[in-house]
Every structure is written in structure tokens, then in C-alpha cells.
Nanobody, 115 residues
Framework: QVQLVESGGGLVQAGGSLRLSCAAS????????MGWYRQAPGKQRELVAT???????NYADSVKGRFTISRDNAKNTVYLQMNSLKSEDTAVYYC?????????WGRGTQVTVSS
């Protein structure tokens, strides 16, 4: 059974940092590019960052230079280091493969940035 479990969210002041983690089933982690996505209230879910199995990364313009995606293949875990957080980063953050698959969405982790 495929599982993706996000953690690490919380409440942080603007300018602060958080590190999100996503533990994935080995069956999908080892062969797929992974992505972090987010959904803010009243908005559609959007792609934030991606990383290939080889470690190549890509970022949405809105987070470029502030967020860093990484993966630990030994732990089947993908991370999102978020620095210089802004109020507009407030959202529920999810991980999934890239491109995403509907059946793989987990519960996500809430990130709230107070200004």
C-alpha cells in the first residue's frame, strides 16, 4: 500500500523557517520524482518544488531562493526546507510523486505564517 506521510508544519512568524518531511513507501520513492505541493484557503493546489531521483530540483517562482527540496534515498524521505517565510506561504503542504497521482494524496501538514 502506498503511503505518503507529511510532518513538520506549524505556526511561525514571518521571516522564520520550517522544515517539512515526507516519508514515502519505498515502492514509489525509489523510482519516482517527488514533489511538494500546497493549497491555500480558497485557492487551487499548486506545485511548489520537485526533485528527480537523481537530485535535480525545480521550484515555483514564488519560492525560488527561499525553499530547498532534498531527498534521502536511504530513508525514503523527501524534505522541504523553508526559509524567509511569508504570510502568503500559509497553506496545507502535501507531497506526492511528480506528476502527482490522485490516489497518493495524504493529509498534508499545515503551515501558518503570521505577519
Amino acid at each position: 500500500q502506498v503511503q505518503l506521510v507529511e510532518s513538520g508544519g506549524g505556526l511561525v512568524q514571518a521571516g522564520g523557517s520550517l522544515r517539512l518531511s515526507c516519508a514515502a513507501s519505498r515502492s514509489i520513492f525509489s523510482i519516482n520524482a517527488m514533489g511538494w505541493y500546497r493549497q491555500a484557503p480558497g485557492k487551487q493546489r499548486e506545485l511548489v518544488a520537485t526533485i528527480t531521483t537523481g537530485g535535480r530540483t525545480n521550484y515555483a517562482d514564488s519560492v525560488k531562493g527561499r525553499f530547498t527540496i532534498s531527498r534521502d534515498n536511504a530513508k525514503n524521505t523527501v524534505y522541504l526546507q523553508m526559509n524567509s517565510l511569508k504570510s502568503e506561504d500559509t497553506a496545507v503542504y502535501y507531497c506526492n510523486i511528480n506528476p502527482w497521482r490522485q490516489a497518493y494524496w495524504g493529509r498534508g501538514t499545515q503551515v501558518t505564517v503570521s505577519s
